[in-house]
């Protein structure tokens, strides 16, 4: 249903009259009211006062100001931290890669120490002789 039909066809329960329109209306409606100038609206004295809601707003507003500077010095203090932490830690690995480095070096050193002819020249430094043959000791037979 269009909007022209609402407005022609007449309403349910309202007897089949038609609605009234703004003409119908009573004529003491009609009398023109003299226009009165806006009037600002009456505040409590209590909130027209500047110096009250600055002291009811002062400790909200250093409340958030100082939670924020210190989350903000937590922040910087832990960036710190973790900073320092990373510093010894590339510092740590740097001197794990140099251990491993000098152990490496010092197990090839060890093994060419056992190979038999170092062995063989170490014992001939010290004054030992090679043996020229097996001596067998006999058990008594």
Do not use: C, H
Request: aromatic share 2%.
């Amino acid at each position: 249903m269009t909007r022209t039909e609402q407005e022609i066809r007449p309403q349910r329960g309202s007897g089949g009259t038609m609605p009234r329109s703004r003409a119908a209306r009573p004529a003491s409606s009609a009398v023109p009211r003299p226009r009165v100038a806006a009037q600002p609206r009456r505040v409590p004295s209590q909130a027209r006062r500047p110096g009250i809601t600055r002291k009811q707003r002062t400790p909200f507003v250093l409340l958030v100001v100082g939670l924020m500077l210190g989350g903000l010095v937590s922040l910087l203090l832990l960036n710190t931290v973790l900073a320092r932490d990373s510093i010894t830690a590339t510092q740590l690995q740097e001197e794990i890669a140099t251990a491993k480095l000098q152990k490496a070096s010092l197990e090839r050193e060890v093994y060419e120490q056992q190979l038999p002819g170092e062995v063989a020249k170490r014992a001939e430094g010290q004054g030992m002789t090679p043996d020229e043959g097996i001596n067998w000791l006999g058990n008594g037979r």
